[in-house]
Every structure is written in structure tokens, then in C-alpha cells.
């Protein structure tokens, strides 16, 4: 053990990607296809190899014991705040990526996130979907990446914030935040305040929505309305001096941070999602057909609804893979990080590509082709945790993602029912738009519209229920991750005879296992708890038999 310490302590510097240019090194290429420039990377280095954005060095580790070493690294190692120096002028002084640590840590907790808050959020999202479409005609023509902007925009504002606060936002909200968005540029990088048309154009949006934010409050303060949406307890708060303790620009970089995660990342996955439907015809038919059967019975597009769309589940995921909107994760290396003989020095970045992961073709075989099969019962090649990066991994996988998927499910439920789309442009004109740091569609991505008769129940396929999933009746336990939890609640939801959470001073949540092998009569809700956290925290193991799991529980103690 004591050598192998040493060569960790001694390890080399990652290998360089060749063909830098002088000052701007990998630039160029990375906004030109940054996912190509990876892929090169991979293959020139190996699982570790570093490139050059004008000065920052960044170590890619590619690979799931490589990326399980950067996901599990604690924040006082790989700082994420630093690695995004750019962002600062887009969320504004003490938000997100300026705050403390303990600040985003608080805001790591928004409890409307929550499985229990986010069990009403289905009937708000479903209600802006109809809002967004009651004028559309027989037949239509839409840009889809502007339909979903401002969509998920409106969505994303009245569950996460509340419906009073989304009924005053202004039109032209949704052209303020896609100006807000070209300050992500890649030449952000070499100085966040460069004199460029795209981050002017960002600097006078972010100007703008703080005038329409303090606008809101200005007339909320002269209105004998009760207003009690989250932004107007932030407004009213108070230190111990009577001073406001946060600032209107303050609140306005929390909306803009809550909105970067909880609207443009779907907007681009809702549009990808119809893309590759419309591309794909035979998986477009699956769903639609399941969509018909699933709601024949006229309910509501409810949470409970939304928990099992196995084939519409199985094409989103899909496009999570192709289509991941955050292609490179970074972190800030504060102290020298150690992997297998190499050592990325303070400093430096170490990064993790959710675009470059998600196509490894020892997880997901051919990995550029269209297959939301991989998904299904039997190959789930989702549940690789630390391959299989849509949403990030670890402790920072994204906190949203359970409500990310919840709302794609609620807008394809209504969509894919209502209207049937074709392509409206040649299928290659459809491509990624690069220029940003978060990769959108490019536009125009058009698709022509039609209302369509929704067949009766006898003219469609019958769904498998959950039930069909179940293994067997063979004894099994569960396995937390602890590392992974992040404290949804959605297991306990499921399944409360085995799952509790238990809640600290300070907001830190613990899972408890009441249960550790349960009886097999509650194992359709465990598998249900298993499948759907967010975080996949849980596992479930198959035994021999019950003294098997209890000799296993034994050791495990004993160690």
C-alpha cells in the first residue's frame, strides 16, 4: 500500500491535446464542435488529457472510474463555483457562483423540488401547455426551440416560484433571457467583459430584467393584494438591523439561475425530443399510442399519471443522451487532485462530459444511433450511474432533475395528443447550435402542426404496468448510496414502510432504512422507490434466500 501511496503523491501531469494555437489555445476548436474537439481528446490522451481554453487549463477525465473519482471529489478539492468565471455577469454579485459555499448549499435545498411540493406541479405545467396553444388553428407552422423558451420559461416560473409572479412577467421575458443567454459565448473565457456584440447584448438584458423585477415590486407595494410567492418573502426579508437582506438585483440573479436550470436546459431537450421522434417515425407511433392509451379515460394530466410513460420515458431519455444541453462540467481544482499515476496540479480545471460520456460505446453500444430500446426493462443502460450523465452524477447531480423530467413528460402528454407534427425544413438542417457554452438547436428548427382526432381506447395498444417489471418473489435488500442522496423524498413517497428521511438543524437530510430486506408483498413499491429517484441513490440486490441477506447485513456490520 505504502508504494502505491507514493506514485499518487508523485503523479504526472495529464497529456497535452495537441494542435494549440499561441494565447487562444483549443478556443477556435471548441467553439467551433466542442464535442468533436473532446472526442479527439479522448482518443489522443486517454481517460485524462488537458486542453488549453486562452490560458485555462482543462483536464478532461473521461471514463467511469474516472468520472466516478471527479463526481465523488469534495467541494473543498473541486470547486465548482471557480470554474465559471463567465457566469458572474450573467447571475449578478453574490449569487450562485459568487455566493459562499454555505449559500449554495441553501440553494441546493429549494423545497419546491421536493417529491412532496412537486406532486401540484403537473397541473400547473399542464395548464400553461393549453394556455400556449389555445390559438394555434387546424394547422400551423412553429419554431420549436421559441415555442419551448418561452413555454418552460412560463412553467418553470409559476412551479418554482409561483403563479402570482409568472402572471406579471412581460412578453418579452423570453427574448430578455435569450440575449441573457449569449453571454455563455466561449470567448467569455478569455475575459467575461470583452467588448463584443454578445455580451453587450447580455449586459443590457441583465440591466433590463432588473428594471422589470423592481418594476413588479414597486406595483405589488402600491396594490392592497396578498402576495406570497417566493421572491416576495426574499423581498420582505430583514437582518437584525431592519436592512433588506437581499437586494432587487440579488433577486433578480436568483431568477435568472433558476430559470438557466429549470428552463433553457428543457426547452432544448423538448425541442431535440420531437426532432428525434419526427426522424424516427416507428418510435413516434409507440408513444403516441401509449400517450392515447395511458389518458383514454379522460383523466387529467396529473403527478400520479406521470410516474409511469415507459415508452415516452424511454425517447426522452434517449435525447438526454444524444442531446445533452451541458456537454462540460468543470471544477476548479483548489488542492493537487490525484487519479491512478496522474495529478492535475491547483490551479487547473478538471472537467467530466456528459456528451463524450453518454456515447462510450462499451455502455451504450452503437452509440450514435437512435435507440431509446437501450432504456427498456432487461438493458436499462441508464442506471450506470457515473456513464450515463444527462444530468451530471454524485453529489452535484443536477437537484432539478426529477421536476426537469416530470415537465417534459406533462408537455409531450398534452403535445403528442393534441397535434401532429412533421418536419418543416430538409432533416440535415436540424443540427446543434455551438456557440454558446450551452448547446441549444440551431434556428430555425421549424415543424409544421395539426390538430389530430384522438383514437378511442380499442384502437390502441395496451401498456405493460409497472407490475411487469417486477423480477420475481426471491428475497432481496436495498442499498444506499449515501453520497448520492440529495434528499428528494420521492422513496418514501413510494414506499414509507421502508424509506424515512430524517431532517437536521441546518438543512442537511438523512435517508433511513426502516427496512433493509423487505417482505415481498412491498417490493413493487420498493422497485417503484429504486426506479424513480432522482439521484439513483438506491439499489436493489436479489438474494438467495432471507438468512443470505441477513448474513450479509452481519458482515457489513462487522467491518
Not at 276 to 283: G, K
Request: glycine share 6%.
Amino acid at each position: 500500500m505504502e508504494p502505491a501511496r507514493r506514485i499518487e503523491q508523485a503523479g504526472q501531469s495529464p497529456p497535452r491535446l495537441s494542435g494549440r494555437w499561441p494565447f487562444f489555445g483549443h478556443l477556435f476548436e471548441m467553439r467551433r464542435d466542442p464535442l468533436a474537439l473532446m472526442s479527439r481528446l479522448r482518443s489522443e490522451c486517454g481517460e485524462i488529457g488537458t486542453f488549453d481554453l486562452a490560458g485555462h487549463h482543462i483536464a478532461l477525465l473521461t471514463g467511469v472510474e474516472a468520472q466516478e473519482a471527479f463526481f465523488r471529489a469534495s467541494d473543498e478539492q473541486l470547486d465548482q463555483a471557480a470554474a465559471y468565471p463567465f457566469m458572474k455577469p450573467i447571475f449578478g454579485e453574490g449569487v450562485v457562483f459568487d455566493a459562499s459555499p454555505e449559500q449554495r448549499k441553501q440553494a441546493m435545498r429549494n423545497q419546491s423540488l421536493r417529491d412532496s411540493f412537486m406532486r401540484g406541479h403537473a397541473e400547473k405545467i399542464a395548464a400553461e401547455v393549453e394556455r400556449a396553444t389555445k390559438d394555434w388553428g387546424e394547422t400551423g407552422e412553429i419554431d420549436l426551440l421559441d415555442f419551448f423558451a418561452e413555454l418552460t420559461l412560463y412553467t418553470s416560473t409559476a412551479c418554482l416560484i409561483g403563479p402570482q409572479f409568472r402572471e406579471e412577467l412581460p412578453p418579452e421575458v423570453t427574448r430578455i433571457f435569450m440575449d441573457l443567454e449569449r453571454g455563455t459565448d466561449a470567448l467569455a473565457y478569455v475575459n467575461p467583459y470583452l467588448p463584443i456584440p454578445a455580451l453587450r447584448a447580455r449586459d443590457r438584458a441583465r440591466r433590463e430584467l432588473v428594471a422589470r423585477v423592481e418594476a413588479i415590486f414597486e406595483r405589488r407595494a402600491q396594490s392592497e393584494k396578498e402576495y406570497s410567492d417566493l421572491f416576495q418573502i426574499l423581498h420582505g426579508l430583514r437582518d437584525a438591523s431592519g436592512k433588506r437582506r437581499y437586494t432587487d438585483d440579488q433577486i433578480t440573479g436568483m431568477f435568472i439561475s433558476m430559470m438557466f436550470a429549470g428552463h433553457h436546459t428543457t426547452s432544448v431537450v423538448s425541442a431535440w425530443g420531437i426532432l428525434d421522434l419526427l426522424q424516427h417515425p416507428a418510435w413516434l407511433g409507440r408513444v403516441v399510442s401509449e400517450l392515447d392509451e395511458l389518458y383514454a379515460d379522460g383523466r387529467d394530466v396529473s403527478y400520479q399519471a406521470l410516474r409511469e410513460i415507459p415508452q415516452l420515458e424511454c425517447a426522452l431519455k434517449e435525447t438526454l443522451r444524444l442531446h445533452p444541453p451541458l456537454i462540460i462540467l468543470m471544477r476548479k481544482v483548489t488542492h493537487d487532485f490525484h487519479y491512478k499515476g496522474w495529478t492535475i496540479p491547483a490551479g487547473h480545471l478538471a472537467a467530466a462530459s456528459p456528451a463524450i460520456s453518454n456515447r462510450m460505446p462499451e455502455h451504450f453500444p452503437d452509440p450514435e444511433r437512435y435507440s431509446p430500446e437501450r432504456f427498456e426493462p432487461g438493458r436499462e443502460e441508464d442506471r450506470q450511474s457515473f456513464a450515463y450523465l444527462p444530468f451530471g452524477a454524485g453529489r452535484h447531480r443536477c437537484v432539478g432533475a426529477a421536476f426537469a423530467m416530470m415537465q417534459l413528460k406533462a408537455i409531450f402528454s398534452i403535445l403528442l395528443r393534441r397535434f401532429e407534427f412533421e418536419l418543416a425544413q430538409p432533416e440535415a438542417t436540424y443540427a446543434n447550435d455551438c456557440s454558446k457554452m450551452v448547446v441549444a438547436v440551431q434556428q430555425p428548427c421549424r415543424v409544421r402542426y395539426r390538430r389530430r382526432t384522438v383514437p378511442t381506447q380499442s384502437q390502441t395498444f395496451r401498456i405493460q404496468g409497472s407490475a411487469a417489471r417486477t423480477q420475481s418473489d426471491r428475497p432481496y435488500r436495498i442499498r444506499v448510496d449515501a453520497d448520492l442522496c440529495q434528499g428528494h423524498g420521492v422513496c418514501v413517497n413510494e414506499a414509507p414502510e421502508v424509506f424515512s428521511l430524517e431532517r437536521f438543524e441546518g438543512g442537511d437530510v438523512q435517508l433511513n432504512l426502516r427496512q433493509q430486506h423487505p417482505s415481498a408483498d412491498l417490493k413493487e413499491a420498493v422497485e417503484r422507490a429504486v426506479r424513480h429517484c432522482p439521484t439513483q441513490a438506491l439499489r436493489l440486490e436479489i438474494t438467495q434466500d432471507e438468512n443470505e441477506a441477513q448474513t450479509i447485513e452481519t458482515q457489513e456490520e462487522t467491518k
